[in-house]
């Protein structure tokens, strides 16, 4: 059984490869989300429901349950499936992606589902601008941050935006649902985070029943503490396979 790992925003399969050297099992795939470094199917909306769904038909094609992992939008949407399908899922992990109708969404989320200044936003995005944004806001090492910024491009642009106004109520509207994810669970989180703040780990693995690791790092855990993460990963399989 594999090991799925799903970014979150605005990154692409790339924010895992740090994680993935410190993994010792070769059956460990990172998949982009649609408009995030791969191209949208047609007709796809980028909203909240359609990226489940699309989660949900692709991990089918898999044929077996798998270990499924999410950091940030990743959390949040792996999160759901393992709710709404955990048949599809033989363990879950995530970290610093909030599903609680108590979380307030951070400032830019805000600007981005606020159709005016988000396509405001948007418009004048500046790859050196956003990457130094990123470094000095969550402390994302400078080459990673680059390299994030350096992806964003015009899909990613809109689907974050469209993403982002369908989420608005997305707590309350998934919260209830956590604890029919009925696998073993581990949330990792960055303590200093200042968007996604340290209580909504302990919110999230009491409604679905997993083991909290808290991170001494920011936001980008898996980019900041790659070692740790993978560790705690292989430990939670580890764990699953004893039973």
Request: charged content about 25%.
């Amino acid at each position: 059984m594999p090991a799925i790992l799903i970014h979150g925003v605005p990154d692409t399969h790339r924010v895992w490869d740090g994680v993935r050297t410190h993994l010792s099992r070769g059956d460990v795939e990172a998949w982009d989300l649609p408009g995030f470094g791969t191209a949208r199917p047609d007709g796809f909306g980028s909203s909240k429901e359609e990226y489940v769904h699309w989660l949900i038909a692709r991990l089918e094609r898999v044929g077996e349950p798998v270990d499924l992992v999410g950091h940030d939008w990743g959390c949040i949407l792996t999160a759901r499936v393992a709710s709404l399908r955990p048949d599809l899922v033989r363990t879950w992990a995530g970290g610093n992606g909030p599903i609680s109708s108590h979380y307030v969404w951070h400032p830019l989320a805000r600007i981005w589902q606020d159709q005016e200044e988000g396509d405001r936003f948007m418009a004048g995005l500046e790859a050196e601008s956003f990457a130094a944004d990123l470094a000095a806001g969550f402390d994302v090492p400078a080459a990673a941050a680059a390299e994030m910024a350096r992806h964003v491009d015009t899909g990613m642009k809109d689907s974050i935006l469209r993403l982002y106004r369908s989420a608005v109520t997305v707590g309350a509207e998934w919260e209830a649902d956590l604890a029919k994810a009925a696998v073993p669970g581990l949330v990792f989180w960055g303590a200093l985070d200042p968007a996604c703040q340290i209580e909504f780990a302990d919110i999230m693995g009491e409604a679905i029943g997993a083991r909290v690791l808290r991170l001494d790092c920011n936001h980008w855990t898996v980019l900041q503490r790659p070692a740790e993460v993978a560790a705690a990963l292989e430990q939670h399989w580890k764990d699953a396979e004893a039973g």
